[in-house]
């Protein structure tokens, strides 16, 4: 396969898999497979996944931020909890798999698509201030752990944390996703680096198309809220539990 079809492919699945990433989550199980499909190992192709997602979040928050959704304090005060956690996941990650916790996470998805489809009584309220506790603590430095570690999925933990937790609208939550998704994934990308686990050149192809998916995606997330949303995620969700279930 020429260099010149692997950029395109690349590209193209990246732009797809930011989008979705962006309104939901689970993008990474297109882009995985595609690098190792063009030879990659798995735990290159782990590592080279995290270049993109580094451009692809950069391109969303500055998105959101033109789109005047944009919260700094909460943000980083979220993002660094989960930084202890993201550095032992992805040292994790290039020492062992576990097959037994991807079917966890499946049923995890099933289980938050019913959280999704069930009607919550909504507050007039927008939550700005939050309250740092041992749960958000600790939950946020599980999520860290597990986006270091794996990637795949992490956005729909967030999500799930923030928007049932926190009670955040769905725009919110994603706005803050896509921050924390970009700090704790600078220390998880380094870790890959120095154990030699980064193919730049297709790492690069592939964090074009999605800095271009991850800036349309947000724009679309707050000029269409949160039906949007919500359809993208229980699609999403529902196709990677399948994947991880070994249904079919």
Known sequence: MSDIIAILILFSVGAVAAFINVNAGGGSSLTLPVLIFLGL???????TNRVAIIFQNVSAVYSFKKEKY???????ILSLLSLPGAIAGAVFAVKISDNAFEKVLGLIMILIIITMIIPQKRENKVNTEYKVDWKLVISMIAIGFYGGFLQVGVGFIIMALLHNFLKLDLIRVNMHKVFIVFIFTIPALLVFILTDNVNWFYGLSLSAGNAFGGWWGAKLSVKKGEKLIK??????IFIMAIKLLNIF
């Open 41 to 47: 190992d798995a735990s290159v192709a782990n590592g």
């Open 70 to 76: 944009y919260e700094l304090k909460n943000s980083m």
């Open 231 to 236: 359809a993208v995620l229980i699609v999403s």
